[in-house]
């Protein structure tokens, strides 16, 4: 047999390829090319990610004293003409100018997607203590106030193949506000599962959404809303805290998943009662655990750490050198002083801050410590859970102008 | 502030990342400006729960180890930085097809085990194997030589002492194979890399093909430790520590043109910077959409109308509470297919095409916890098979539909339990990769490698599609096409390249 070889092919092929090349240029237009917005995926994309949302308080409801359900729509004298569809559970970031303090907070949208195509986001804020953020909206912002957002983020949804069909939600305080988003969406339709919220208040005062939550329980059977009171007697209620007990009485047969939002304190307190059910971890999701204070709480924080540093800060080609106290986040620290940074989930995970520690330590707790490996080899930060242990030099993205 | 640069190096991908270390460890003013707050493109991580996931990288080509290092190895290694690179064991790959004249084969690296595994699969086969791997170093030297004589090549020379060169170079990988009288069976099993190149190997240059498969058989395939995610960073600090600078969340919005049509600098957060070269890794497609219509030459234009995108993809990230023994995953890759030709799994891509299965852990045992592995689907899709009436509002239940069915199909095809397994997910589509790259159609890397606009053909073409004056191209856009290894090929080429330019001017 012949050794294997090319003689069949005709070299004078390749010298064909240019003219054939050539020829197929030549034959098309000389015209501008389509706007990379008019293919699909495109559109679809910038629908569902836009860079940012201007929007415009529509109406306010009040829920007792302390919490308000702001609706808002589209601003489109500012060029938003429609609400980017989410999964229930996602929070915007919103942006805020306080003074001369530049800050983003993340509020989970407690209306449901659908809510969004018929023209409205609904966030609700209840007035946290020395809040600078909650403070001041639920003081500032009327009806016509216009909100920058972002698109909608997070990861606190419902994945059909991940979690079991049934969710057992486990909220405290204003926490309450994304499963009031999914439980609409349930009854809409547009998320297949089951809710059985499990909701701790003081007392059924303290409980916002009560009357929805009513109306949604007769007008879908997949939601159930059970409201547990710490330090109140009610005959439709459960007494007492959320406990590893509780939960059984109302889980299904089978499997299901639990989704917990709600206060540092609940966790601290649910978090303990679950490890008694022996659910794997995949059951169990919680939702951003908040702005982290007071490091030095760790086991692991240095001793003997000064009080304040030094922060010099590279943005875009400009620098600036502020004070910064040790047991204040980095994030915190460059919007005291006016400086306005990137940041969304604000408690380590999404890595929107992500930036680049230049010289000096910090120190992040492990818990939140949401970095990627690589990041820790070339000294990347999340400044929104990184505290100062020596002077240092950080390099932050620039924020987006819009 | 000065504003003025030596080098506005456009997109931190491969491609700009590899040009601007380049440019600033050349002592270049560079600056490189990315929409992202990260570095990489597609080549980065991201976490999900307790999983840093792999988002792009199958096999990194063309890298090579210390003693015998290739040439994405020295890119890495001559810019000082320190990739702790990890390499696949053993096969290659494994591949299925399905159907009739199907195959279940894994194929081993390095030349020797690659034509033995192929023999085993296809009695007759290894001569027609090993003649069609004794082609690339006869390529090696053509290439040298069109090199020698600065793109003028003797005509003569070429025909006689090049011969299989011009064969080669100048027909589709199936025409030399069969040429070749490799059987069906052994093509099509070689032919699995498809689907890194995008076209099938009908039409696919067999230089271009050969010069890939030849890199994985002989080097074998290389991952880094961290993820891509530590690449990026890796030439983002060669560019920091050589005083160039790097700015993320700075889109660029506009390229600014002078007079006699040479490109000058850019605006990105609404700011003029100004630069004696710009290169750009961004498509330009979108550069001559950010540009005075008027200043891009005809023929540029005319070749990105000419053009079709390039394929994207679909992919599905699983973090599964199982480790990747439980799970009975032994291979790296996985290639499964319902029908073993590669046209007709690019044809029959929405139902039964060609999907691709990693497992990270067969490489990086620790890339997850104890307990825990990670699953990497890829679907070759192209942006347009996204339907046209696809609401947002149907998006998720879209993914989880494509997700679901890719998942049930790795189920039955490799006979393993996956789906109780999911701890986390996250689901891809041309959709996200239009959002995260701001390709038109989500494309990846650019344009498809037709027939008729082929790597040698590209090459032979470059002075004349690259002719703004000032604007260099770099990534997956250029003459090389897909692959991470090409676009960092092409980015340290191009860096070099506007450095001598500049340096040479001084």
């Given at each position: 047999m012949a050794k294997p070889n090319l003689r069949k092919l005709n070299p004078m092929d390749f010298t064909k390829m240019t003219p054939t090349r050539d020829a197929k240029i030549e034959s098309a237009p000389a015209k501008a090319l389509p706007a990379?917005?008019?293919y699909v995926p495109n559109q679809i994309a910038n629908a569902l990610h836009p860079d940012v949302q201007h929007l415009k308080v529509a109406k306010i409801v009040e829920h007792g004293t302390d919490a308000k359900t702001y609706f808002l729509e589209a601003n489109s004298s500012k060029g938003t003409k429609a609400l980017a569809w989410f999964s229930a559970g996602q929070y915007l970031s919103i942006s805020l100018e306080i003074g001369k303090v530049k800050l983003t907070r993340p509020y989970s949208l407690s209306s449901s997607p659908r809510e969004a195509l018929e023209g409205n986001y609904k966030l609700t804020i209840k007035r946290v203590k020395d809040g600078l953020a909650s403070n001041y909206i639920l003081d500032n912002w009327t009806v016509g106030t216009e909100v920058t957002a972002s698109e909608p983020l997070g990861v606190f949804t419902y994945e059909p193949l991940r979690d079991a069909n049934t969710i057992i939600g486990i909220a405290g305080g204003s926490g309450i506000t994304p499963f009031r988003s999914l439980a609409k969406a349930i009854a809409d339709g547009d998320e297949d599962a089951s809710l059985i919220l499990l909701y701790g208040s003081r007392t059924l005062e303290d409980a916002i959404f009560q009357e929805e939550f009513k109306e949604l329980e007769k007008s879908c059977n997949k939601f159930k809303l059970v409201n547990v009171l710490s330090h109140e007697e009610n005959e439709a209620c459960e007494k007492g805290f959320i406990t590893a007990e509780l939960i059984k009485k109302y889980a299904p047969e089978g499997n299901y998943s639990l989704f917990l939002c709600g206060p540092q304190a609940m966790y601290d307190f649910v978090d303990k009662e679950i490890a008694?059910?022996?659910?794997?971890?995949?059951?169990i999701r919680h939702e951003l655990f908040g702005e982290y204070f007071n490091?030095?709480?760790?086991?692991?924080y240095p001793a003997n750490v000064a009080p304040e540093f030094k922060v010099t800060v590279r943005i875009a080609g400009n620098k600036q050198t502020i004070t910064a106290p040790a047991d204040t986040s980095l994030l915190r620290s460059l919007e005291a002083n006016g400086i306005a940074a990137p940041a969304h989930c604000?408690?380590?995970?999404?890595?929107?801050?992500?930036?680049?520690?230049?010289s000096g330590e910090v120190y992040t707790p492990k818990s939140i410590?949401?970095?990627?490996?690589?990041d820790l080899i070339y000294g990347y930060i999340h400044p929104c859970c990184a505290f100062p242990l020596s002077d240092v030099t950080i390099e932050v993205p620039p924020m987006k102008k819009y | 502030m000065d504003k003025m640069f030596d080098v506005i190096v456009v997109g931190a991908g491969n491609g700009g990342l590899a040009a601007a270390a380049n440019t600033a460890k050349e002592g270049l003013k560079t600056l490189l400006l990315e929409?992202?707050?990260?570095?990489?493109?597609?080549a980065t991580s991201f976490r999900r729960g307790r999983f840093e996931f792999e988002?792009?990288?199958h096999e990194l080509c063309?890298?090579?180890?210390?003693?015998?290092?290739?040439i994405v190895y020295k890119i890495f290694d001559d810019l000082g930085t320190k990739i702790n690179w990890e390499y696949e064991k053993g096969h290659i790959f494994r591949t299925i097809a399905k159907g009739e004249n199907g195959f279940d084969a894994r194929l081993s690296a390095g030349i020797e085990d690659f034509v033995k595994s192929m023999e085993k699969e296809v009695p007759g086969c290894e001569a027609s194997v090993r003649a069609f791997l004794a082609l690339k170093p006869k390529l090696d030297a053509a290439i040298d030589y069109i090199y020698a004589t600065k793109g003028n090549p003797n005509g003569l020379v070429m025909l006689l002492k090049h011969a299989d060169f011009m064969r080669t170079a100048g027909h589709s990988v199936e025409e030399v194979m069969t040429a070749l009288g490799m059987p069906k069976k052994a093509q099509d099993l070689i032919n699995t890399y498809w689907g890194y190149l995008g076209v099938p190997t009908d039409e696919l240059n067999c230089m271009h093909f050969l010069n890939m498969l030849y890199d994985y058989v002989v080097n074998g395939a290389a991952m880094p430790r961290h993820r891509s995610h530590e690449l990026s960073l890796a030439l983002v600090d060669v560019i920091q520590k050589h005083g160039g600078e790097v700015w993320y969340n700075s889109e660029v919005t506009e390229f600014l043109y002078k007079e006699d049509g040479s490109i000058c600098g850019v605006v990105a957060n609404g700011e003029k910077l100004y630069a004696k070269e710009v290169i750009s890794n961004v498509i330009p497609h979108n550069v001559f959409n950010m540009?005075?219509?008027?200043?891009?030459p005809e023929q540029n234009l005319k070749l990105a109308n000419a053009r079709e995108f390039g394929i994207s993809v679909a992919t599905i990230y699983l973090g599964l509470d199982c480790s990747i023994e439980e799970l009975g995953m032994t291979d790296y890759t996985v290639f499964i297919a319902g029908n073993p030709d590669p046209r007709v799994q690019n044809d029959t891509r929405h139902d039964d095409g060609l999907y691709i299965v990693n497992s990270l852990n067969n490489v990086i045992?620790?890339?997850?916890?104890?307990?825990t592995c990670t699953m990497f689907f890829t679907i070759p899709v192209y942006?347009?098979?996204?339907?046209?009436?696809?609401?947002p509002q149907d998006y998720k239940k879209y993914k989880n539909d494509l997700a679901k069915k890719y998942i049930e199909a790795a189920e039955k095809d490799l006979g393993i339990s996956i789906m109780p397994h999911i701890e986390e997910i996250s689901v891809a589509t041309p959709v996200t990769f239009a959002h995260y790259l701001g390709t038109p159609e989500g494309?990846?890397?650019?344009y498809k490698l037709s027939g008729w606009d082929n790597l040698m053909a590209r090459i032979a073409g470059e002075q004349k599609d690259f002719a703004i004056p000032g604007l260099s191209f770099c990534g997956?856009?250029?003459?090389?096409?897909?692959g991470y290894s090409s676009a960092y090929i092409i980015g340290d080429t191009v860096g070099k390249r506007v450095a001598a330019k500049l340096k040479g001017g001084a």
């Open positions: 990379t917005e008019s008694t059910l022996g659910l794997r971890r995949k059951f490091p030095s709480k760790e086991t692991d604000r408690s380590g995970e999404c890595g929107w801050c992500h930036s680049k520690l230049v410590d949401g970095r990627r490996e690589a | 929409k992202h707050n990260i570095p990489g493109g597609c988002p792009s990288l063309s890298v090579g180890t210390a003693e015998k290092p290739n540009s005075d219509i008027k200043k891009i045992p620790d890339s997850s916890e104890p307990g942006g347009n098979d996204v339907p046209k009436d696809l609401k494309t990846i890397y650019g997956g856009h250029h003459t090389r096409g897909d």
